[in-house]
């Protein structure tokens, strides 16, 4: 499914319903640009409309190659990154390029199960040239219950200033059949048997940045 139909949004106006989707959203992908680093080119999988890689440009990074299985939203990333290489592909299934960073933003949720998710970091691992980084940004619960149905309460407090409790209910029941939050310690082990050593650089709710070197 396109990222349109998923979330129910025209993506002309991507920009702005995202953040009413996601708290802290530009806080998130700042913290997530100023980790990836300085070292070759930038590899961002599901770059979507592009404005996680345009932020790690500013940090050094002099070309991006951004990845993604959704037509329309590489077109949207176009328009953001005119200079950039753009791949249109399920970045689990092919190899990937050469980077000196890959990073992720609000994507790599889309990964079911963590056979699958170890695979793919395993794959990241094999492009980053030595002492490249693995930025991810993304919803990554606490692995407690009772925290992580707080931290969703707040999600859901977020969307509640643009949208009715029942809007909101029917867009979390959507969003179910693609979307697979991994705990964040889940996550961590996961990259550390991958061969990273990952740290939590920013934490808002149920959101995290982690970066893995």
């Not at 170890?118 to 993304?138: E, F, H, M, Q």
């Not at 999600?155 to 964040?184: G, K, N, V």
Request: hydrophobic share 50%.
């Amino acid at each position: 499914m396109g990222v349109a139909a998923h979330l129910g949004i025209d993506l002309k106006r991507y920009d702005r319903r995202i953040r009413q989707f996601i708290p802290r959203y530009d806080e998130m992908l700042e913290a997530a640009a100023a980790a990836s680093g300085q070292r070759g080119p930038l590899l961002d999988l599901g770059v979507g409309s592009g404005a996680l890689a345009a932020r790690c440009l500013q940090h050094a990074h002099r070309r991006a190659i951004g990845m993604d299985g959704d037509a329309a939203m590489l077109a949207q990333a176009r328009q953001r990154l005119p200079a950039a290489r753009l791949v249109h592909a399920d970045f689990t299934r092919i190899r990937l390029p050469r980077a000196g960073a890959v990073v992720s933003a609000l994507a790599l949720h889309h990964v079911a199960g963590t056979r699958r998710k170890l695979a793919l970091y395993r794959a990241c691992r094999a492009a980053l040239a030595p002492g490249g980084v693995l930025v991810n940004a993304d919803c990554c619960p606490a692995e407690e219950p009772h925290i992580a149905e707080a931290q969703f309460a707040a999600w859901r407090a977020h969307m509640r200033r643009s949208f009715q409790p029942r809007q909101i209910a029917q867009m979390f029941a959507a969003w179910a059949a693609e979307d697979h939050y991994l705990p964040l310690a889940t996550e961590l082990r996961l990259l550390r048997r991958a061969g990273f050593v990952p740290e939590v650089v920013w934490r808002a709710g149920c959101f995290a940045v982690i970066a893995a070197r």
